[in-house]
């Protein structure tokens, strides 16, 4: 119980202290959560990934193994989660809010912050390839579930174009392949951003959740919170056993598929209105459940 409560005070807790200042500041002084968030997706977050990238010991090999983890456990919960929706007879706006709150997970502003809390800048590089794939699914195959024919498949998929975090990743790897040395003048900006990425994540997250509601169908809540928060992680640490993924590559990858709903599955369900109100009630219930679950894959990974 002591080494369980030691993980909570070091490892999670900090994050959710944080995001609790968030929290108050979009409460009590109605701080604007899409100016800080777009500051975040468009700025920070790329600044993040490429400097995690640059200068990250992981191979290309290693980093084809979590891109294919990331894959593989986000297709494998997506197909359980459809095989579940098929007998609940739920309507198309609700199993596809289901499809989309089970699959992708907030690997960004909760899941990084706790990777390197746990265990460190080698299993954050890791966590950082699993949080861009993950993004990715989600603007593209998110996207298609959600808007059901609403949009044509080209539109989604060169919207990855327009992902900061995805460009990152390309340019950091084209320097790294070529060996170039950044001048400080461009590396120490880059570096500064980087450093606040992290921070101004989690105070996202704490507004993002002033906006939670009461779950409007519980059973179905819980489920999906269940898949989210124990069953992908299940699968992934199968896929990282195949996989041949150790040491912190295993642990990142663990860790941040089960982190809990992304909050970007509300901003597609609102754009879309697929069901937007038991998306908001999925992705409260999975982060309010995470600190256990959380605390508990850590305790299991350690």
């Known amino acids: 119980m002591s080494l369980l409560l030691g993980i909570f005070a070091n490892d999670v807790f900090p994050v959710f202290l944080i995001a609790a200042v968030g929290f108050a500041l979009a409460r009590l002084r109605g701080a604007d959560v899409r100016t800080l968030s777009k500051i975040t997706f468009n ?16 191979g290309a ?40 709150v089970v699959m992708f997970s907030n690997s960004g502003n909760y899941g990084l912050p706790v990777v390197l809390f746990a265990f460190g800048g080698t299993a ?6 699993y949080f861009v794939v993950n993004a990715a699914a989600a603007y593209t195959v998110g996207v298609l579930l959600a808007s059901a024919g609403k949009r044509p498949v080209r539109e989604a998929v060169t919207g990855l174009a ?6 990152a990743v390309l340019a950091a790897a084209v320097v790294k392949a070529a060996g170039v040395t950044l001048p400080l003048p461009v590396l120490r900006p880059i570096e500064m951003l980087s450093a ?14 002033e906006r939670g509601a009461r779950p409007s169908r519980p059973l179905l809540v819980g489920l999906a919170a269940l898949l989210s928060l124990v069953v992908m992680p299940l699968l992934a ?31 597609l369900a609102l754009e879309f209105e697929v ?9 409260t219930l999975s982060t309010l459940l995470s600190p256990l679950t959380v605390t508990l894959l850590i305790a299991w990974l350690t």
């Open 61 to 100: 090999a290693d980093f084809a193994r979590m891109t294919a983890l990331a894959v593989v456990t986000i297709a494998g919960i997506g197909l359980i989660a459809r095989a579940i929706t098929l007998p609940l007879r739920l309507d198309r706006g609700l199993a596809t809010a289901f499809l989309i």
């Open 124 to 129: 954050l590089a890791h966590a950082t390839v």
């Open 43 to 58: 700025a920070l977050s790329p600044c993040l990934v490429f400097h995690l990238v640059v200068t990250s010991p992981i």
């Open 275 to 283: 069901a937007p109100s038991f998306v908001t009630s999925c992705v």
């Open 237 to 267: 640490s199968a896929a990282s056993a195949a996989l041949g993924l150790a040491g912190p590559a295993r642990q990142a990858a663990i860790l941040q598929s089960g982190m809990p709903s992304a909050v970007l599955t509300t901003i």
């Open 196 to 209: 606040a990425a992290i921070p101004v994540m989690v105070l996202v997250l704490g507004m993002q959740l």
């Open 162 to 167: 327009r992902i900061p975090a995805v460009g």
